[in-house]
Nanobody
Framework: QVKLVESGGRSVEAGGSLRLSCTAN????????VGWFRQPPGKENERVAA???????TYTASVKGRVTISKDITENILYLQINNLKPEDTAMYYC?????????????????WGQGTLVIVSS
């Protein structure tokens, strides 16, 4: 059974930094598309960053320049480094893995999701 577990979320002041981590039990992050999503309070889930199977990294426009996604294949950990945190970064952050392209919606759909780790940014 695949289980993704996020950690690292906490309350921080604006301008600070956080590194979120995601470990996978029963699954390898090597050679697959992985990503981070977030859901702000009262808003829809949004993709933050992803690494495709070839290693290419993509970021949503609102975080580009402040966020870095990376993975340690040896330790099988997925990371999300967020710098210069803003109040609008407040959200539950989810680790995801194993995406397939859905042509009906024109998006990659991730198969595995963690339970989330909460980030709260105060101004």
């Amino acid at each position: 059974q695949v289980k993704l577990v996020e950690s690292g979320g906490r309350s921080v002041e604006a301008g600070g930094s956080l590194r979120l981590s995601c470990t996978a039990n029963g699954y390898s992050f090597s050679g697959v598309r992985v990503g981070w999503f977030r859901q702000p309070p009262g808003k829809e889930n949004e993709r933050v960053a992803a690494i495709d199977s070839d290693g290419e990294k993509t970021y949503t426009a609102s975080v580009k320049g402040r966020v870095t996604i990376s993975k340690d294949i040896t330790e099988n950990i997925l990371y999300l480094q967020i710098n210069n945190l803003k109040p609008e970064d407040t959200a539950m952050y989810y680790c995801t893995a194993d995406a397939e392209w859905d042509p009906s919606i024109g998006l990659y759909v991730f198969k595995y999701w963690g339970q989330g780790t909460l980030v709260i940014v105060s101004s």
